[in-house]
């Protein structure tokens, strides 16, 4: 009988769950282990949010400060604690100390006057020379959101381009750093902190933020579970291993970076090694006379995404949709994985919210 219960002891020890490096593992109302695996450190963020840090046991990182300039005007009120209720509604606001933020990158959030319980998040990622501000301002994610209930994250990019960098091994590898890693962590704290529905985290965007888009959708896959690409280019594609975080890639931009449905899928499987979970539901459009990001992107994206689907490389349909403009094709390859292509519109393709909420599952 004492040896049994020793035994039972030490499964008992055995049994408790590790949590992986980058993953909360204490704060306030937080129910989970908080043993973290080995090599990593649980670290206090906050009072709400303590995260298994890499290294052994040391100070917390310092507070994030943005280094664009701050969106200026009434509707950016400084830094929100954390807490969905004591988050201000229907205003951009900045919060910070939502994880390891490698880069600084700024990052505000829009609640709605009346949010949804377990409420839908969705993150939106700007162009280059935009911030979070011109994002906010110049779609309607945000008014959508005062019908729907969910949650906007809108992340500002820190460099000076103000493009995201979507180029270096760092921000292209799962927990691997730069600025996919900091919009991961505040998507993860949104989950941990706000109540958003793990399992209606959605990642958005156009141009330089339509790549983020796909960055987070191949090396975060287990974070974001649908993703919307406006004028942007594959998983992988901008890739450039030994230049500066930040880097344009002009052979992918101009089209000339063609690969077999294979060699993209290799891409996205060296994001996250080991990861045998479903990949995000995507949906990807762009303009047949795009300059900046070329066409060629496109199919490349088709490529790439329909051979992680395991879908036929040629759409099961190809129709206009009545609520498009004329030479708009929407090709079906799969439930989940559409593309639209766009005649004669150049880069970016105009935001059509409404529809993207409905392939969301929010509308
Ligand atoms: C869908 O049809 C249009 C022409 O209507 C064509 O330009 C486009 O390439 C097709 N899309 C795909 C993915 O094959
Ligand atoms: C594309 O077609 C599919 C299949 O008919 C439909 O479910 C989807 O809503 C369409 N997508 C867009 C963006 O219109």
């Given at each position: 009988?004492?040896?049994?219960?020793?035994?039972?002891?030490?499964?008992?020890?055995?049994?408790?769950?590790?949590?992986?490096?980058?993953?909360?593992?204490?704060?306030?109302?937080?129910?989970?282990?908080?043993?973290?695996?080995?090599?990593?450190?649980?670290?206090?963020?906050?009072?709400?949010?303590?995260?298994?840090?890499?290294?052994?046991?040391?100070?917390?990182?310092?507070?994030?400060?943005?280094?664009?300039?701050?969106?200026?005007?009434?509707?950016?009120?400084?830094?929100?604690?954390?807490?969905?209720?004591?988050?201000?509604?229907?205003?951009?606001?900045?919060?910070?100390?939502?994880?390891?933020?490698p880069n600084n990158v700024?990052?505000?959030?829009?609640?709605?006057?009346?949010?949804?319980?377990?409420?839908?998040?969705?993150?939106?990622s700007h162009y280059c020379q935009g911030?979070?501000?011109?994002?906010?301002?110049?779609?309607?994610?945000?008014?959508?959101?005062?019908?729907?209930?969910?949650?906007?994250?809108?992340p500002s990019s820190p460099w000076s381009g103000t493009c995201w960098d979507v180029s270096s091994t760092e921000t292209l590898t799962h927990n691997g750093g730069s600025d996919s890693l900091s919009i991961a962590?505040?998507?993860?704290?949104?989950?941990?902190?706000?109540?958003?529905?793990?399992?209606?985290?959605?990642a958005?965007g156009t141009s330089s933020g339509a790549m983020m888009t796909s960055v987070l959708a191949g090396a975060y896959?287990?974070?974001?579970?649908?993703g919307?690409v406006?004028s942007g280019v594959a998983f992988g594609c901008f890739a450039e291993p030994n230049e500066a975080e930040d880097s344009w890639n002009a052979q992918c931009a101009e089209g000339q970076l063609i690969l077999?449905?294979?060699q993209w899928?290799q891409k996205i499987?060296t994001a996250y090694?080991?990861?045998?979970?479903?990949?995000?539901?995507?949906?990807?459009?762009?303009?047949?006379?795009?300059?900046t990001l070329y066409?060629q992107n496109?199919?490349e994206e088709?490529?790439q995404?329909?051979?992680?689907?395991?879908?036929?490389?040629?759409?099961?349909?190809?129709?206009?949709?009545?609520?498009?403009?004329?030479?708009?094709?929407?090709?079906?390859?799969?439930?989940?994985?559409?593309?639209?292509?766009?005649?004669?519109?150049?880069h970016?393709?105009?935001?059509?919210?409404?529809?993207?909420?409905?392939?969301?599952?929010?509308?």
């Amino acid at each position: 009988m004492f040896k049994l219960s020793i035994a039972l002891a030490s499964l008992v020890t055995l049994a408790v769950a590790q949590v992986a490096e980058w993953g909360q593992c204490g704060g306030i109302g937080y129910a989970g282990s908080t043993v973290c695996a080995a090599g990593t450190t649980c670290t206090e963020i906050n009072a709400y949010y303590s995260q298994c840090l890499p290294g052994q046991a040391s100070a917390p990182p310092p507070p994030s400060t943005p280094t664009v300039s701050q969106p200026s005007g009434p509707s950016s009120t400084g830094t929100a604690p954390p807490g969905l209720a004591s988050i201000p509604a229907s205003t951009l606001t900045q919060f910070s100390n939502f994880g390891t933020n490698p880069n600084n990158v700024a990052m505000y959030v829009y609640k709605p006057k009346t949010v949804q319980s377990n409420p839908a998040l969705i993150v939106a990622s700007h162009y280059c020379q935009g911030s979070a501000q011109d994002y906010y301002e110049g779609s309607t994610f945000a008014q959508l959101a005062e019908t729907y209930g969910y949650i906007v994250i809108f992340p500002s990019s820190p460099w000076s381009g103000t493009c995201w960098d979507v180029s270096s091994t760092e921000t292209l590898t799962h927990n691997g750093g730069s600025d996919s890693l900091s919009i991961a962590n505040a998507a993860r704290f949104a989950i941990s902190n706000w109540g958003v529905d793990a399992n209606r985290v959605f990642a958005v965007g156009t141009s330089s933020g339509a790549m983020m888009t796909s960055v987070l959708a191949g090396a975060y896959p287990d974070v974001f579970k649908a993703g919307i690409v406006d004028s942007g280019v594959a998983f992988g594609c901008f890739a450039e291993p030994n230049e500066a975080e930040d880097s344009w890639n002009a052979q992918c931009a101009e089209g000339q970076l063609i690969l077999t449905g294979q060699q993209w899928q290799q891409k996205i499987a060296t994001a996250y090694p080991g990861y045998t979970g479903s990949y995000p539901r995507m949906q990807v459009w762009h303009g047949t006379i795009d300059t900046t990001l070329y066409p060629q992107n496109f199919y490349e994206e088709i490529k790439q995404w329909t051979t992680v689907f395991g879908y036929p490389s040629t759409p099961i349909s190809n129709v206009s949709e009545s609520y498009l403009p004329s030479g708009y094709s929407n090709s079906t390859f799969g439930p989940n994985f559409q593309a639209i292509l766009a005649q004669n519109v150049g880069h970016t393709v105009p935001l059509f919210e409404q529809q993207y909420l409905e392939f969301l599952g929010i509308a």
